[in-house]
DNA sequence: CGCAATCTTGAACACCCTCAAGCATGGTGG
DNA sequence: CCACCATGCTTGAGGGTGTTCAAGATTGCG
């Protein structure tokens, strides 16, 4: 209901050159000359509660979205009705490039916790990248490396067990917090157990049972959302496939 | 071994404008006027054979490929150092948009029989993408429906039966039978069982299976790599997930 | 013709799901 | 402030779908 583009704030002109995550989000892309041109496009400043809606699927697609504090989950509801997430979006990462062909979003997009967006309409960040050849081929590589990750997140749902499913996508958040000066090793999960085994195509008692037998193993200590990695190397041994060795 | 790129004939210049394809590959993206500076970029001609490679994961990047004839195979070799099928690509199809990041191939690719492609080198066509906006936005909607379609394939794999993945999967390649004006109800599948299973996430016992269960129940005549959808209203239900309604 | 690869069929087992119930957590209102 | 309820998380038991292992049938190709 309503606009999910019409929030709270006005549209603030984005501040790219001094935001903390611009290495992470546009690395490179541009070049200080051009950065306020890309600052006259984007519009920063969007803000989202828990459980609020960015975006929503099969409304007309204007634009995508750097995550620039919270996290965001992607959902796409298939024909038959239920509900699948397609993935997580943390800071410096941006999302709804899987929206730009066929006009509408291709995905639904909700906060999974207070969250900020900065929003790069699709139609001017075309224009402005035939004028920035650094900023079109930092866009194929973006997009290129979204069909990647979703190659490989498709191989982890059709090969390997739920110990190795959880494994990686504890490594893969651990990462990512690190990317960004985070502790890799303690960390807050933003999404409930219901999203983490949706989007690794689990039952939530299987994520629930898998964590308590990886607590009991000693490579983990979690307590509700409160994650720590206690030993990543044998972490990284179960996410690859080998996990024979039962103690 | 030897470059897979260096074959058969000399490279010669591609004959888009009459192309057969040239509605399928690159709809609209160029006019009239333009499409001789895209056929001064594309190499034309290259031809495989069964079980060749076209070219193999972590070598240098250089081009994606347009299918021409024939059909091709891609898979992912993970760590743990087993073979994931990731896509099959048919005439009028683009193939390695996954790979114009990172610098190297993410993926392998080999012919399933006798394959010509038409190349296109990723640094000579992002130049020529900025010169011409249509084709920058149509490389922009082909990368995103690209990202699209395998975040589909995962869906299909979390969440859908043996039965739903292989209806889906008969469906897709009788579509794309179609929008090449062949039939969509009668055609050799160009790939083996096993590719079908591996592409799928099941075992080739399963996919055999099902295919006799299939035909038993009277939605498919199958022999070998001949196909014929029977029932195509029964297989899109099938592939919908409520396929409880057992005979 | 014969071998190799591919495909099919069968039986037993494993993994994960479903169903069901109990347990924590947190937000709300009395 | 605490009782209360809703929601989310955990734990247990049983059953189904697909895998694995094994063997046989079919196809294709030298």
Redesign the pocket.
């Known amino acids: 209901m309503g606009h999910p583009i019409a929030t709270t704030r006005p549209q603030l002109k984005a501040l790219c050159h001094q935001c903390s995550l611009s290495k992470l989000c546009l690395p490179l892309a541009v070049g200080e000359d051009d950065i306020e041109r890309l600052e006259d496009i984007i519009k920063q400043g969007r803000s989202f509660s828990r459980g609020e809606t960015i975006f929503e699927q099969s409304e007309k697609a204007t634009s995508c979205f750097a995550v620039r504090g919270g996290a965001i989950k992607t959902t796409i509801i298939n024909k038959s009705g239920d509900e699948q997430v397609t993935g997580f979006y943390l800071p410096g990462e941006i999302m709804g490039l899987d929206s730009i062909s066929g006009n509408s979003y291709a995905c639904s997009a909700y906060a999974l916790e207070r969250t900020s967006v900065c929003e790069l309409p699709i139609d001017h960040m075309e224009v402005l990248a035939r004028k920035l050849p650094t900023l079109q081929h930092h866009f194929f590589q973006l997009m290129s490396s979204e069909i990647q990750s979703s190659q490989q997140h498709a191989m982890l749902l059709s090969k390997n ?3 190795e499913r959880i494994a990686s996508l504890l490594l893969s958040l651990s990462s990512r917090f690190e990317r960004r000066r985070l502790s890799p090793t303690r960390f807050n999960l933003p999404m ?3 999203d983490i085994a949706n989007y690794l ?9 898998v ?2 037998r990886f607590q009991n193993q000693g490579l983990i200590n ?4 409160e994650v720590e990695l206690l030993d990543v190397e044998l972490l990284q041994e179960v996410a690859l496939t080998f996990a024979r060795c039962k103690s």
Chains 1, 2 share one sequence.
């Open positions: 067990t739920a110990e409930a157990r219901n195509g689990l039952a939530v008692e299987t994520v629930s049972r964590m308590t979690a307590k509700g959302r």
